[in-house]
């Protein structure tokens, strides 16, 4: 159980253009899921949390108009990347809270790797 | 600010021999203590971790963690290492509030396995 999907699993955009990348809780429901972004050989990074029916909480530095996010439903959040541009060239990763008895895992997507040129 | 620190970058191991990967961690409470493994080009997945009680954790492939509170350390050991091992390693930490909860992630560790 606890298995969370990524779409797509890689694109190719060019410059300019939006890209958007779904999370999926498949046999859970999830009301917070996390976005992460890692650059090669690097460690994941938060982006933001995502809050089903609210408003996306960014961590600092991240340009909440440049990376939408909407959680619209208790098993999918999407990433919706802006005007892309080659520095947002990487790897999303997000992820999902699911636990029992008052203490959560976080369950990881296979990640999007993202090159836009 | 809670903090992890993987201070290997890179360790080789030839396959059969033991392996030990370090994590030390900064958390003004007791914190949660995660290792997750990641495959080139893959997402992450949970190795164990450890919330409270017993101190010595087990976890899936052959894996096993010790929490040492005196230590701030949380280091990850396998008895004998396959080539199926070789993949990056992050530790992270999580605030223990036992509700969904973002990590935070050491810069992680990159395991070869020489044949």
């Known amino acids: 159980g606890a298995v969370v999907s990524q779409h797509p699993s890689w694109v190719i955009c060019k410059s300019g253009t939006s890209v958007k990348i779904e999370c999926r809780s498949l046999?859970?429901?999830?009301?917070?899921m996390f976005w992460y972004r890692q650059f090669p050989k690097q460690s994941l990074m938060l982006m933001a949390t995502?809050?089903?029916?609210?408003?996306?909480?960014?961590e600092q530095g991240v340009e909440k108009d440049k990376f939408l996010i909407n959680h619209a439903s208790l098993t999918l959040s999407t990433l919706t990347v802006t005007s892309a541009h080659p520095e947002d060239s990487s790897f999303y990763i997000c992820s999902a809270p699911h636990g029992y008895g008052g203490t959560d895992t976080q369950y990881f997507g296979p990640g999007t790797r993202l090159t836009v040129l | 600010a809670q903090s992890v620190t993987q201070p290997d970058i890179h360790i080789t191991v030839s396959e059969g021999a033991s392996l030990e990967l370090r994590c030390n961690y900064s958390?003004?409470?007791?914190?949660?203590l995660f290792w997750y493994v990641q495959s080139p080009g893959q997402g992450l997945q949970l190795l164990l971790k450890y919330f409270s009680g017993d101190t010595l954790v087990q976890g899936i492939k052959g894996f096993e963690a010790e929490f040492k509170r005196s230590q701030s350390s949380f280091n990850l050991r396998k008895p004998s290492v396959h080539w199926s091992d070789a993949a990056e390693y992050f530790c992270a930490v999580g605030p223990d509030t036992g509700t969904a909860s973002k990590l935070t992630f050491g810069t992680g560790t990159r395991l070869q396995v020489t044949l």
């Open positions: 046999d859970f429901q999830a009301t917070t």
């Open positions: 995502s809050n089903e029916g609210s408003k996306a909480t960014y």
């Open positions: 958390y003004g409470a007791t914190p949660y």
